[in-house]
């Protein structure tokens, strides 16, 4: 634990630092996402950076993205990090089959998550800052975000609802699928997706009590 | 991922803001003179500005969000495509789920192989115990004679409803329509679907009909564990929220989906049959379809046809109807497989014998006393009193019209005889139901009656024969012809 105090020591000098997005917005950034991210904690680590540096350049994320992450670690600073972490195999305090809940999103979190979208793509790129930042709690509540979407839908709903392809097994991508099943929707679509598991042998929780 | 250009356009504006001014300018400049699509292109060849998507994800991140997700939930995304199903089947996600339920301390008996084995296991255990709380319906054989739930009330109670799917010849799925309504008689019910013009647009490629029935089961698969107490770190403002949370189980709907029946289906030949009806009044044509299954449609224009399933036909499914299979213990014996099995012989035992169609109860009595003699194979009905259960007047039978909802059929269609046996500890011990053939009798042979029918029931292993006799407004009997007293009425079965 002596390295880490020596690295809040290294880093602690200038309060605020600068970061570049991939579309060149410059954003200050100070301790609460410092503390947060751990890929900015090991660059600085790494970097020795002066005051009236470089803005550090993040060619993976989207201003508009970063702008996001910086509000949500602001948000988050007094938290300690209570995300569990799976890597983390020496922790033996924690309850390591603690089942993972996805309904536990604090009020602040789900208005937060409800800017980005499916639709454009935007939530998908949170959760990839966020991983690629490595902050726990934003790449949790986008994950749990994406749980929630899945929760209680079939496949169907699924693949519409993501814009995935159909790609039934044993046959080629995209092959062009009876137009009659189009046409149908809502209750209707759970015999679709049954008529369609029935051909793949995957167990389905439907197909199990036939 | 489809870029149409909708997205494209949109993508562009939005990322407007943070783009430069000169790029933006460049778009709009772009967009007002070029049309999407591009006359010769199909598609863009690269995308300007690239949305993600969630192929776009790793496939760590991917395993991160199934760590979240419950075990029926992740079988069904386990299908949605291949790389999904291949991220699903990590053992990491099985084995978490099995230590989260506690089984990991049974499996010392059994011998699986992988962790989502054992889950299934779980699974299928546990929708099999929801699904029998669901249908353990406790029946009073007396009351209900033929041991016929009520189907109100256990249908009502289980948000069922049903499916019908037409299917081609390789079983693949044409349409498939959620019930219109269903229908509840005094004996039985009958599931309907109206306004089924799109059926008649496929009907030349339709083999196969099936009829699914789906239930909602709940399941709580909070686990045997419980979570922790949330660390007091956390921060105080969620503190409340979390632990409300934390102590709620993990509750969710899952829909088990059942097949109750399967046809083959010739609509050509239903087609002709219904021609052939053609002078008949009504606008609605019925036909029968197997002996459960009624087929109308319009004579007009054809634009509206549907289809009714009888409940009281349905080989019910096992798990559906569990608290039909308790009572009917003898639903797959023949009667005379029955006197030889069970030693009845010189027992009294009542029999119950009720006489309907599909909507009406016509005739239906409790023959206490009733001797069963398993030497000559028969049972003789004696009946002392009749004082009760008399249904409507056979001769002002109504027609069955679907729309109206009266009956349409011929006699002959539609009558069924319910034989039901109780012995002496007064549980069902034999339920038989037979279609029977009714004719008028003219010879007029009753003396105190004037409309007297002739029952003829038959099955393979089963004849009844018989007169219904209609003695006044309210009293009835069932018997032949014998030198007894009118009160006093035998029917006897041949096999």
């Known amino acids: 634990m002596a390295t880490n105090v020596e690295e809040t020591y290294l880093y602690s000098s200038p309060t605020t630092f600068k970061v570049s997005s991939k579309d060149g917005e410059i954003f200050d950034i100070d301790d609460s996402f410092i503390n947060q991210s751990k890929t900015i904690k090991n660059m600085l680590n790494v970097l020795d950076i002066a005051d009236n540096h470089m803005p550090i350049p993040l060619q993976n994320i989207k201003g508009t993205m970063l702008n996001a992450a910086i509000v949500f670690c602001k948000y988050h600073k007094n938290d300690l990090l209570s995300i569990p972490d799976d890597e983390d195999e020496d922790d033996f305090e924690r309850d390591a089959y603690e089942p993972r809940r996805s309904d536990d999103i604090s009020e602040w979190d789900k208005e937060f998550i409800k800017q980005f979208t499916v639709e454009e793509g935007t939530l998908f790129d949170i959760i990839m800052a966020a991983n690629y930042l490595d902050i726990k709690a934003l790449l949790a509540v986008g994950c749990k975000t994406i749980a929630n979407m899945v929760r209680g839908k079939n496949s169907d709903q699924v693949r519409q609802m993501f814009n995935i392809s159909y790609d039934p097994p044993g046959e080629g991508l995209n092959t062009p699928r009876n137009s009659v099943t189009s046409k149908e929707s809502g209750d209707n679509q759970l015999l679709t997706t049954q008529e369609k598991e029935s051909r793949c042998k995957t167990p389905s929780p439907e197909l199990m009590y036939d | ?495």
């Open chain 2, 1 to 495: 991922m489809l870029t149409t250009p909708t997205i494209y356009r949109k993508n562009s504006h939005s990322a407007s803001n943070s783009i430069s001014s000169s790029t933006s300018t460049l778009n709009k400049t772009s967009s007002s003179k070029v049309k999407f699509p591009l006359p010769n292109a199909t598609k863009p060849r690269y995308r300007v500005i690239q949305s993600k998507h969630i192929h776009d994800l790793p496939d760590d991140i991917l395993l991160s969000i199934f760590r979240y997700i419950s075990p029926i939930d992740l079988l069904n995304i386990s299908i949605v495509c291949r790389r999904w199903h291949a991220v699903s089947q990590d053992e990491s996600l099985w084995c978490r789920l099995v230590h989260s339920f506690g089984l990991h301390q049974k499996t010392s008996t059994i011998k699986t192989n992988s962790s989502k084995e054992i889950i299934l296991r779980y699974l299928h255990d546990h929708i099999d115990r929801e699904l029998n709380k669901l249908f353990d319906v406790k029946l009073d054989p007396l009351s209900s004679y033929t041991g016929i739930p009520d189907l109100k009330r256990t249908l009502e109670k289980s948000l069922m409803y049903f499916i019908i799917a037409l299917l081609d010849e390789k079983k693949n799925l044409l349409f498939s329509y959620r019930n219109d309504d269903v229908k509840y008689f005094e004996t039985c019910a009958t599931i309907r679907w109206y306004n089924s013009s799109e059926w008649l647009t496929n009907l030349s490629i339709v083999k196969y009909i099936r009829l699914y029935a789906v239930a909602e089961v709940n399941m709580d698969t909070r686990p045997h564990r419980l979570r922790r107490q949330a660390p007091s770190t956390v921060a105080n403002k969620d503190q409340t929220y979390l632990a409300k949370i934390t102590q709620q189980p993990y509750r969710h709907v899952q829909k088990v989906r059942s097949l109750l029946d399967e046809y083959e289906f010739k609509w050509s030949s239903i087609i002709k049959n219904t021609k052939t009806n053609e002078n008949s009044q009504s606008l609605i044509r019925v036909n029968t379809f197997e002996s459960d299954v009624l087929i109308g449609i319009y004579n007009q224009d054809q634009t509206f046809c549907f289809l009714a399933w009888n409940f009281v036909y349905l080989k019910f499914h096992k798990q559906f109807f569990n608290g039909l299979n308790k009572t009917q213990l003898s639903s797959s014996v023949t009667l005379s497989q029955f006197f030889t099995s069970i030693a009845f012989d010189q027992a009294e035992v009542s029999v119950f014998i009720c006489f309907r169609n599909m909507r009406t109860i016509f005739f239906r009595h409790r023959f206490r006393n009733s001797k069963l003699h398993s030497s000559t194979k028969s049972i003789e009905i004696i009946s002392v009193q009749m004082t009760h259960d008399i249904g409507p007047q056979i001769e002002i039978l109504p027609k069955f019209n679907w729309k109206t909802m009266l009956f349409n059929g011929t006699l002959d269609d539609m009558f069924i005889l319910d034989i039901v046996i109780l012995n002496d500890l007064k549980n069902v011990a034999y339920v038989a139901t037979i279609p029977a053939k009714i004719q008028q009798n003219l010879s007029q042979e009753f003396i105190l009656s004037s409309n007297a029918w002739t029952i003829n029931a038959q099955t393979e292993q089963i004849k009844i024969e018989g007169n219904i006799i209609k003695l006044s407004d309210e009293y009835a009997a069932l018997g032949n012809e014998n030198e007894h007293s009118l009160h006093l009425q035998n029917l006897w079965c041949h096999f």
